[in-house]
């Protein structure tokens, strides 16, 4: 059974999607580990719930982050992973430990990349007046949310949204898709080579793939 490592660090919605995806044998595979970097995630709880094996690898213990990367490294590698997920890790990921797991990284980000890469993006969109906003699932490259785009979701922006309606309207999005893209990858659909995403052995577009609700 292929094993999957999550990164996390905050509140954890994604990973309990993903988690209730495996409780209902939607996704064939073994969760191995949590790991976060904030002891206070709530996310830990959610895994410690769920019978999963957690790591806390705290930043504050580890000042210089050389250092904070190697044990990253050396406790992601204790499960031997297949996939690697990061549902709201709020952390850059190192060009080495990017490197060691090439096309095996997943990352879920919560705007239609290439907009709005970074931080504060339900704000950003509104205040710069767009209609739309989304959420896009991605394979992770060194390049910081750049990587070859695999499926995208838009939502409306209404006239009288604030950050954390918009935040909610997208993160529901976010709990429906990332279970099915982690699925698409665990049954050998999904890949990365030659720098793009690709579905059933096709190429998917630069902006990944639209329309998920026909999409199994």
């Given at each position: 059974?292929?094993?999957?490592?999550?990164?996390?660090?905050?509140?954890?919605?994604?990973?309990?999607?993903?988690?209730?995806?495996?409780?209902?044998?939607?996704?064939?595979?073994?969760?191995?580990?949590?790991?976060?970097?904030?002891?206070?995630?709530?996310?830990?709880?959610?895994?410690?719930?769920?019978?999963?094996?957690?790591?806390?690898?705290?930043?504050?213990?580890?000042?210089?982050?050389?250092?904070?990367?190697?044990?990253?490294?050396?406790?992601?590698?204790?499960?031997?992973?297949?996939?690697?997920?990061?549902?709201?890790?709020?952390?850059?990921?190192?060009?080495?430990?990017?490197?060691?797991?090439?096309?095996?990284?997943?990352?879920?980000?919560?705007?239609?990349?290439?907009?709005?890469?970074?931080?504060?993006?339900?704000?950003?969109?509104?205040?710069?007046?767009?209609?739309?906003?989304?959420?896009?699932?991605?394979?992770?490259?060194?390049?910081?949310?750049?990587?070859?785009?695999?499926?995208?979701?838009?939502?409306?922006?209404?006239?009288?949204?604030?950050?954390?309606?918009?935040?909610?309207?997208?993160?529901?999005?976010?709990n429906i898709i990332y279970?099915?893209?982690?699925?698409?990858?665990?049954?050998?659909?999904?890949?990365?080579?030659?720098?793009?995403?690709?579905?059933?052995?096709?190429?998917?577009?630069?902006?990944?793939?639209?329309?998920p609700i026909n999409k199994?």
């Amino acid at each position: 059974m292929k094993q999957i490592v999550i990164l996390v660090s905050g509140y954890g919605t994604n990973l309990q999607a993903i988690l209730n995806a495996h409780l209902t044998t939607e996704i064939s595979s073994k969760i191995a580990a949590v790991i976060s970097n904030n002891s206070n995630a709530f996310a830990i709880k959610r895994a410690e719930l769920a019978h999963v094996a957690t790591h806390i690898i705290e930043e504050e213990r580890y000042k210089k982050s050389e250092l904070f990367n190697k044990i990253l490294i050396k406790t992601v590698k204790i499960y031997n992973p297949d996939l690697i997920v990061l549902a709201g890790y709020m952390r850059i990921l190192n060009i080495e430990f990017v490197t060691c797991y090439t096309g095996k990284i997943l990352n879920i980000h919560p705007s239609l990349l290439p907009k709005y890469p970074g931080l504060k993006t339900h704000q950003r969109a509104i205040e710069n007046g767009e209609k739309q906003h989304g959420t896009s699932i991605h394979f992770v490259t060194e390049q910081i949310d750049n990587g070859p785009i695999i499926l995208q979701v838009t939502v409306p922006i209404f006239y009288n949204d604030t950050e954390h309606t918009l935040k909610m309207r997208v993160k529901y999005q976010e709990n429906i898709i990332y279970p099915r893209v982690i699925k698409w990858f665990i049954d050998g659909r999904l890949e990365m080579h030659e720098n793009s995403a690709w579905l059933d052995g096709r190429r998917l577009p630069h902006a990944g793939y639209k329309n998920p609700i026909n999409k199994k």
